[in-house]
């Protein structure tokens, strides 16, 4: 039998970059709304070209890591064979 893709264990492993990229949707979000530094075309351009561009990195980097944890051998547990 087969598991499904991305459990609840694979899930609980990822868990961890949740945190990182939570930070970074509220720091564009915050600074979308409010921006202390005032408006500067090429300043905000940089500000939100950073933080969403690592977004991407990061959500990239976790579907992959989760992808090599699933074709991983060490980490399947078959549950048809108890």
Do not use: C, K
């Not at 868990?15 to 005032?38: E, H, K, Q, R, S």
């Amino acid at each position: 039998m087969s598991r499904r893709a991305f459990d609840a264990e694979i899930g609980l492993d990822l868990t961890v970059n949740l945190i990182p990229f939570a930070i970074m949707a509220f720091f564009v979000a915050i600074f979308a709304v409010f921006n202390p530094w005032g408006f500067d075309p090429l300043q905000s351009a940089i500000q939100f070209a950073i933080l969403i561009v690592t977004m991407g990195v990061l959500a990239v980097v976790t579907y992959i890591a989760a992808r090599a944890i699933e074709t991983d051998d060490r980490t399947r547990h078959d549950t048809s064979e108890s």
